[in-house]
């Protein structure tokens, strides 16, 4: 009997711990998405201050103190990043501003679009009749409600640059001591804190490498496409070079939509496919290249998460944060595979994140 009721107990024991397995996935899942505003540009820069550490590094071994060599390595990236935005806004305002020049190349690629819309539009009213009194059309645009939108943006946007420029200085200033403060923490328990060691280690050790040479990587893809589209003589090389470097931080979806642009703009240039087709190889040529020969030889499995996992984390990541998601999600995806390795009850989640 009593055999019985302890395997009762530990039945509903197993359920319960399920049950609240379950509920906790969801509150987390759902922090994430109400607190995206605030939690996108913090884990960002946490993630940007991997790139920025060697530099901060150097300047200690440089007797600079810690503070200030966290200082200088927060407007080093600040004034990269913003050096990287207003290239490609200066960019594209250079190929609008171009666009009317391109009026005819246009007009004969929409005129089939538009044959096609008027088509369907008019099997559309054969279908549907108009209300009596016809259809009333707001003429006036709707300005005040306009620029409070582009108002409360730009807000936004300031708000989130702001987060994530204190926050980059803060885990590069105060990182090392946090870290102390976890270890203190777990000194009652030995086998806790050598696994808290061993995990912080490999985390800072693996993804500062990845972040410092996909970033690396990246700027020598970008620099060589713009030199060979320049050399081509395709108009604006250096949108796409800057443009496909920045799209290769996002895996698989990256490159190919990297494809799209190039090939637009040849397009509107030549106006033939022959034209097209060689920009289109060019760059189909310059990715190969790197993704066989470059990464393997910098990267190697130097993150060794399954494709799948990744293929899958992007779009969860993305679900979740949109495009910034798509930027984070091999980090985050390979610091939960770590960490998930050093917590004996969640070693099986390690084992299926990983390769």
């Given at each position: 009997?009593?055999?019985?009721?302890?395997?009762?107990?530990?039945?509903?024991s197993?359920?319960?711990?399920?049950?609240?397995?379950?509920?906790?996935?969801?509150?987390v899942?759902?922090?994430?998405?109400?607190?995206?505003?605030?939690?996108?540009?913090?884990?960002?820069?946490?993630?940007?201050?991997?790139?920025?550490?060697?530099?901060?590094?150097?300047l200690?071994?440089?007797?600079?103190?810690?503070?200030?060599?966290?200082?200088?390595?927060?407007?080093?990236?600040?004034?990269?990043?913003?050096?990287?935005?207003?290239?490609?806004?200066?960019?594209?305002?250079?190929?609008?501003?171009e666009?009317?020049?391109?009026?005819?190349?246009?007009?004969?690629?929409?005129?089939?679009?538009?044959?096609?819309?008027?088509?369907?539009?008019?099997?559309?009213?054969?279908?549907?009749?108009?209300?009596?009194?016809?259809v009333?059309?707001?003429?006036?645009?709707?300005?005040?409600?306009?620029?409070?939108g582009t108002?409360?943006?730009?807000?936004?946007?300031?708000?989130?640059?702001?987060?994530?420029?204190?926050?980059?200085?803060?885990?590069?200033?105060?990182?090392?001591?946090?870290?102390?403060?976890?270890?203190?923490?777990?000194?009652?328990?030995?086998?806790?804190?050598e696994?808290?060691?061993?995990?912080?280690?490999?985390?800072?050790?693996?993804?500062?490498?990845?972040?410092?040479?996909?970033?690396?990587?990246?700027?020598?893809?970008?620099?060589?496409?713009w030199?060979?589209?320049?050399?081509?003589?395709?108009?604006?090389?250096?949108?796409?070079?800057?443009?496909?470097?920045?799209?290769?931080?996002?895996?698989?979806?990256?490159?190919?939509?990297?494809?799209?642009?190039?090939?637009?703009?040849?397009?509107?240039?030549?106006?033939?496919?022959?034209?097209v087709?060689?920009?289109?190889?060019?760059?189909t040529?310059?990715?190969?290249?790197?993704?066989?020969?470059?990464?393997?030889?910098?990267?190697?499995?130097?993150?060794?998460?399954s494709?799948?996992?990744?293929?899958?984390?992007?779009?969860?990541?993305?679900?979740?944060?949109?495009?910034?998601?798509?930027?984070?999600?091999?980090?985050?995806?390979?610091?939960?595979?770590?960490?998930?390795?050093?917590?004996?009850?969640?070693?099986?989640?390690?084992?299926?994140l990983?390769?």
């Amino acid at each position: 009997m009593r055999s019985r009721l302890d395997t009762v107990v530990q039945r509903n024991s197993r359920i319960t711990e399920r049950s609240l397995a379950l509920l906790a996935t969801a509150a987390v899942l759902a922090f994430l998405w109400l607190a995206r505003e605030f939690l996108m540009p913090a884990v960002l820069a946490i993630f940007l201050a991997f790139t920025v550490h060697p530099v901060v590094s150097w300047l200690e071994r440089r007797h600079l103190p810690r503070w200030a060599a966290a200082a200088a390595g927060t407007l080093l990236a600040t004034a990269v990043v913003a050096g990287i935005f207003a290239l490609l806004y200066g960019s594209f305002s250079a190929f609008w501003a171009e666009l009317p020049q391109y009026e005819d190349k246009l007009r004969e690629a929409v005129q089939g679009i538009v044959r096609r819309v008027a088509h369907l539009q008019r099997q559309g009213e054969a279908m549907v009749k108009p209300p009596p009194g016809g259809v009333k059309v707001q003429e006036s645009v709707p300005w005040g409600v306009l620029l409070l939108g582009t108002a409360q943006g730009a807000l936004a946007l300031a708000g989130e640059a702001t987060i994530a420029v204190f926050t980059l200085y803060f885990a590069l200033a105060e990182g090392p001591r946090f870290r102390q403060k976890l270890l203190t923490a777990l000194s009652r328990d030995a086998q806790a804190r050598e696994r808290a060691v061993s995990a912080i280690a490999e985390v800072h050790h693996d993804l500062e490498q990845y972040m410092v040479n996909r970033v690396a990587i990246n700027t020598a893809l970008g620099l060589v496409t713009w030199g060979i589209y320049a050399l081509y003589g395709l108009e604006h090389a250096a949108i796409w070079g800057l443009t496909t470097g920045l799209l290769h931080f996002i895996p698989y979806v990256g490159p190919a939509a990297g494809l799209v642009l190039p090939t637009g703009m040849a397009l509107l240039q030549y106006g033939d496919v022959q034209h097209v087709l060689v920009v289109a190889a060019i760059y189909t040529g310059i990715v190969a290249l790197q993704g066989n020969v470059v990464d393997p030889l910098f990267l190697g499995k130097q993150l060794r998460l399954s494709s799948i996992v990744i293929f899958l984390g992007s779009l969860f990541w993305f679900w979740i944060w949109g495009p910034v998601g798509l930027f984070l999600a091999v980090p985050l995806l390979s610091a939960a595979r770590i960490i998930c390795g050093h917590v004996p009850r969640l070693r099986v989640v390690a084992e299926f994140l990983g390769e």
